[in-house]
């Protein structure tokens, strides 16, 4: 039986959607719909969206890379210093973007700490985004393995199974729902960046300027138009990855 929330809770809760879609409301109406195909196929815009999908799906493949094995050690390890580790995998999610940026300017810079040379290049926006991306996909993987049960992992090694088979073909499915929501999540998250890259990579076209970066120059350079239009863009494209995602978790719960 559901039971009817109390009235505060419904009304909070009320105020809270319309806070988070009123804005989107006030974009799709402000929208200049007769002007958007122009708009949106103009070969600027058209550029920045092909760079913004690379970037962010080249952060998201740095992070799955990376992230899901750093997840399975902090929820399957002990060792010293784990609470810190943790606390900087974290870091990302609450220090101001252009900070990260200029972090990793100065670690991987020409003149940084780590030289790579990548500063101001396309690599240094897929490098920025995956910088602020990853925590989402990490602490997802993680609560997702903290809940498994480990005893289907001990089966799977009692019948001779490696350990990296044993991750391979148990692990990864049974947190396959959770690996799916932190990858969309990170997705997202690098999709919309902003800070880090336009400090780290800079506002190139052609090279370096995502979709965000092209709305913000579009809004500098005083064509408002070009610039709802292009966040329209982002919007549309977003649900209808984050729709597509969405299927895909419903089979998976199945």
């Excluded at 409301?25 to 200049?32: F, M, N, R, S």
């Excluded at 336009?198 to 370096?208: C, E, K, R, V, Y």
Aim: net charge positive.
């Amino acid at each position: 039986m559901t039971r009817r929330p109390p009235v505060s809770l419904a009304v909070a809760a009320t105020i809270g959607v319309a806070f988070l879609v009123l804005p989107l409301v006030g974009l799709v109406a402000k929208a200049p719909w007769s002007d958007l195909p122009s708009l949106i196929t103009s070969g600027p815009a058209r550029t920045a969206l092909r760079l913004s999908l690379e970037c962010s799906f080249g952060a998201l493949a740095l992070a799955l890379v990376t992230g899901v094995p750093l997840a399975w050690v902090l929820a399957r390890r002990d060792f010293p210093g784990k609470a810190l580790v943790r606390a900087l995998v974290t870091m990302p999610l609450v220090l101001p973007p252009v900070v990260g940026g200029v972090a990793l300017l100065f670690a991987f810079g020409r003149r940084g700490i780590f030289p790579l040379h990548i500063a101001f290049t396309t690599w240094a926006a897929i490098a920025a985004e995956a910088f602020v991306a990853m925590p989402f996909l990490v602490l997802a993987v993680e609560g997702a393995l903290t809940s498994l049960d480990e005893r289907y992992e001990d089966v799977a090694g009692t019948l001779g199974t490696g350990p990296l088979a044993t991750f391979r073909r148990v692990t990864l499915p049974l947190v396959g729902p959770g690996l799916a929501a932190g990858a969309a999540l990170a997705w997202a998250r690098a999709l919309g960046e902003f800070g880090a890259t336009i400090t780290f990579a800079g506002n190139l076209p052609d090279s370096t300027q995502t979709l965000p970066l092209y709305v913000y120059l579009q809004l500098q350079s005083g064509h408002p138009d070009g610039a709802v239009a292009a966040s329209v863009l982002m919007l549309a494209v977003s649900i209808l990855v984050l729709v597509a995602l969405r299927g895909r978790w419903r089979v998976s719960r199945s």
